[in-house]
């Protein structure tokens, strides 16, 4: 059963950029696609984009396009989420998780997901 | 964009009772449709693919139907750990992959 693994909470100020690991638990390399998705406090979920980390090429929403970059290492043991130009509405939950941008529509769906990680943007 | 629409917002449901949430798209995705739980503090977990598929471990009580653009979600008898937020989310056409904006289920 995989289990994906995230980086600790951030705190940022306005204007920096984050960066949120992702690696599956054991150090395993990452041979299925990993999605982003986020939540604001009490808000609902937004999906950000989601890499194939064998293949490298990433895909993204168009509200994150020139913001955010999702990458894998040499490896392809973890992923990483990196949004710049942080605003105090980027404060929420970001989360990994295995699904999202298969080549196959029809696997889409997301399971499982990482523990989540809280960025907090504030000056 | 496929928008997703769910309601009712919040349900108010006793213990035992039976449950349907809804779950509507803009425009069709087939059977391209998830259901995920979330409770408070913890990261969604997938109940439903494919509109209708249980996930592994997820009980029966729990079940899927629909298709094109109007879906449900029913809980058949409501347990304690139940009440929770329910999302739907299409994956027939992306980017981007969108969800809808939840169905708090609370106790009556």
Redesign the interface.
């Known amino acids: 059963q995989v289990q994906l693994v995230q980086s600790g909470a951030e705190v940022k100020k306005p204007g920096s950029s984050v960066k949120v690991s992702c690696r599956a638990s054991g150090g395993t390399r990452i041979t299925y696609p990993i999605g982003w998705v986020r939540q604001a406090p009490g808000q609902g979920l937004e999906w950000m984009g989601g890499i194939m980390p064998f293949f490298g090429s990433a895909n993204y929403a168009q509200k994150f396009q020139g913001r955010v970059t999702i990458a894998a290492d040499e490896s392809r043991t973890t992923v990483y989420m990196e949004l710049s130009s942080l605003r105090s509405d980027d404060t929420a939950v970001y989360y990994c998780t295995r699904g999202g941008v298969a080549a196959d529509a029809a696997d889409n769906w997301f399971h499982p997901w990482g523990q989540g990680t809280l960025v907090t943007v504030s000056s | 964009e496929i928008l997703m629409t769910q309601s009712p917002a919040t349900l108010s449901v006793s213990p035992g009772e039976r449950a349907t949430l809804s779950c509507r798209a803009s425009q069709t995705v087939s059977s391209?449709l998830?259901w995920?739980q979330q409770k408070p503090g913890q990261?969604?977990?997938?109940l439903i693919?494919?509109a209708s598929t249980r996930?592994t471990g997820i009980p029966a009580r729990f079940s899927g139907s629909g298709s094109g653009t109007e879906f449900t979600l029913t809980i058949s008898s409501l347990q304690s750990e139940d009440f929770a937020v329910y999302?739907c989310?299409q994956?027939?056409n992306?980017?981007?992959?969108?969800?809808?904006?939840?169905t708090k289920v609370e106790i009556k």
Do not use: E, S
């Not at chain 2, 990261?43 to 997938?46: G, K, M, N, Q, S």
């Not at chain 2, 992306?94 to 939840?102: A, I, N, V």
């Open positions: 391209n998830a995920y990261a969604p977990r997938l693919y494919g996930a999302y989310q994956y027939y992306w980017p981007p992959l969108t969800f809808g904006g939840g």
